[in-house]
């Protein structure tokens, strides 16, 4: 075998493996597996990872630096010609890289702030004139759930506001919620506010319904509260060097 065959041989075991844990914690919950989407967060992973995980079936992918995933749209449609890989952007976004954002992204899941969802809105706009998006962009409100504003997201009470801002443009989608559990809380504990959250946004914005919570340490938990979409990293991948959570 080579070392590639080998790193499918890996990926596909441990793809096998967390859709079985899915399906298991939806089993636990009364739901359907369908009701929970996979994504693979592949930060700090080479394309090749990437271009595996397309041949195993899976072409969901979460990125955490803009740059970075930039970069690997690029290399991957060059090992990959004409993938229908769908990116999703999970951690941080300064303004100033929204226009490239735009062009590649097919969610993003970090949006905290009314400054970036207009310069968001507006980088979207620009790049559907310039035929470089086919059309508006799915966003999450990324929701803090300590109030810790170091780790991004926004305080459950600045919600409300920000979920009416996204509904007023025209280039973003308001989709759901995003969050991180913050360490030292115990996660069912967290995802049980946020369920909250997403309950409460959905009386005025219902078609948002998308609720992304749990990673490789918590996505039981957060499928008992509802999660609809999980992103693993570690589980599918292994571990990541230390120097670049
Ligand atoms: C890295 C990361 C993940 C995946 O974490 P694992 O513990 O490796 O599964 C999920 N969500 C976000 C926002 C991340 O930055």
């Not at 790193?7 to 089993?27: G, N, Q």
């Not at 970075?68 to 941080?92: D, M, Q, T, Y």
């Not at 976004?93 to 735009?102: E, F, G, P, W, Y």
């Amino acid at each position: 075998m080579t070392g590639l065959e080998r790193r499918r041989e890996r990926l596909s075991e441990a793809l096998a493996s967390v859709r079985e844990r899915i399906a298991k914690a939806c089993e636990a919950a009364g739901r359907h597996p369908d009701e929970v989407e996979l994504m693979a967060v592949t930060k700090t992973r080479p394309a090749t990872d990437l271009a595996l995980l397309l041949d195993l079936g899976h072409d969901m992918f979460g990125e955490n630096r803009p740059q970075e995933a930039a970069a690997k749209v690029a290399e991957l449609s060059e090992l990959r010609p004409g993938n229908a890989a769908r990116w999703h952007l999970v951690g941080r976004l300064q303004r100033n890289k929204a226009r490239s954002v735009a062009r590649w992204a097919t969610r993003v899941e970090s949006v905290d702030s009314v400054r970036l969802v207009d310069a968001l809105d507006d980088a979207v706009r620009r790049a559907i004139d310039a035929g470089e998006r086919p059309g508006p962009l799915p966003v999450l409100l990324q929701v803090s759930l300590d109030g810790d504003p170091e780790r991004g997201g926004a305080p459950l009470g600045e919600l409300p506001a920000l979920a009416d801002r996204v509904a007023e443009t025209e280039g973003l989608e308001l989709h759901g919620l995003m969050a991180v559990a913050p360490l030292g809380v115990d996660p069912d504990q967290a995802f049980a506010d946020l369920a909250e959250a997403q309950y409460r946004m959905g009386i005025y914005h219902p078609r948002a319904r998308v609720t992304s919570a749990g990673m490789t340490a918590d996505f039981e938990a957060a499928i008992r509260h509802g999660s609809t979409c999980v992103r693993v990293g570690t589980a599918l991948l292994g571990d990541r060097p230390l120097t670049s959570s």
